[in-house]
């Protein structure tokens, strides 16, 4: 296997002329998207990956300079998909890999067909007109709690990300998600997401874009979908009726519906 195949976990499935890559959210792993993925595997060459840090990647291979802005994490995307993708590319990105796609198809317009934002959000902190969800001090609220007890933390936080009460299971799943990753990394790459803000480069990103938003997310507001709709070139919103930040686990099925719809028309 290749070094970029073992930083980051990369495993290829599907067969087709376009490719289509996942990348996970913060606390997640590529197993996340086994509800949404393998739909796609008829159709398109599929790939998915753990970002560095995470899951089944090469944690040897953090870097806490290199991972410290977004803008790593892109390069890394790059990488896999200059060694992995045939043809186009299809990026489907859940919470902060939604950002790194975003920063990759500004770097590599070239390689993206479109790009898919699973509850995206550039900026998680209010500024002005803008709601990002959380205050300043909510954020360092938070990462200190998860400094002091990172257990603790995650049991908490995971359940109310993933929402559905009815699930248990899934808030399960992701709380134990949370719960394997190495603390100290998970506390820097909570630091690199929760404080970055990339505002200003959404309007640079041409990729045309499909906004999936869930009507409840705590994580990433309504506010926020609307503001990335109204900025970012060749965009289209799609609201989800279901509590959570997690749609592609939740609701696969309205999720690969909405992806679907927006492909048959920026595909053709």
């Known amino acids: 296997m290749s070094s970029v195949q073992v930083r980051n976990n990369v495993r290829i499935s599907g067969s087709g002329s376009t490719t289509m890559v996942f990348a996970h959210g913060f606390g997640c792993d590529q197993t996340m998207w086994r509800f949404l993925a393998p739909a796609y595997g008829e159709r398109f060459r599929t790939i998915s990956f753990d970002l560095v840090g995470s899951g089944g990647s090469d944690l040897a291979a953090y870097c806490r300079d290199k991972y410290g802005t977004l803008h790593g994490y892109a390069d890394d995307l790059l990488e896999i998909i200059d060694e992995f993708a045939t043809g186009p590319v299809v990026f489907v990105g859940h919470s902060v890999s939604t950002m790194i ?10 390689k993206f067909s479109a790009q898919v934002m699973v509850g995206p959000s550039p900026c998680y902190i209010d500024d002005g007109d803008y709601v990002g969800g959380f205050s300043r001090e909510d954020i360092d609220e ?5 400094e002091a007890n990172f257990l603790g933390w995650s049991s908490n936080l995971a359940p109310a990300i993933m ?4 699930r248990p299971e899934l808030r399960e799943e992701l709380t134990n998600s949370f719960c394997r990753n190495d603390p100290e990394i998970a506390r820097h790459f909570a630091g690199v997401t929760f404080l970055s803000d990339h505002r200003k ?5 041409t990729v045309p874009a499909l906004i999936l938003q869930c009507t409840d997310d705590m994580v990433a507001p309504r506010s926020v979908g609307e503001f990335l709709h109204r900025n970012l070139p060749s965009s289209t919103l799609h609201i989800i009726d279901n509590v959570g930040h ?3 686990m939740s609701a696969p099925t309205e999720s690969s519906r909405a992806i679907d719809n927006f492909l048959a028309h920026v595909l053709r």
């Not at 938070?142 to 998860?146: F, K, P």
């Not at 929402?163 to 009815?166: A, F, K, N, Q, R």
């Open 163 to 166: 929402g559905v009460p009815d």
């Open 142 to 146: 938070l990462l200190e709690t998860m």
């Open 101 to 110: 796609g975003l920063l990759a198809t500004i770097k590599a317009p070239h």
């Open 246 to 248: 997690c749609p592609h």
């Open 201 to 205: 480069d959404v309007p640079l990103s």
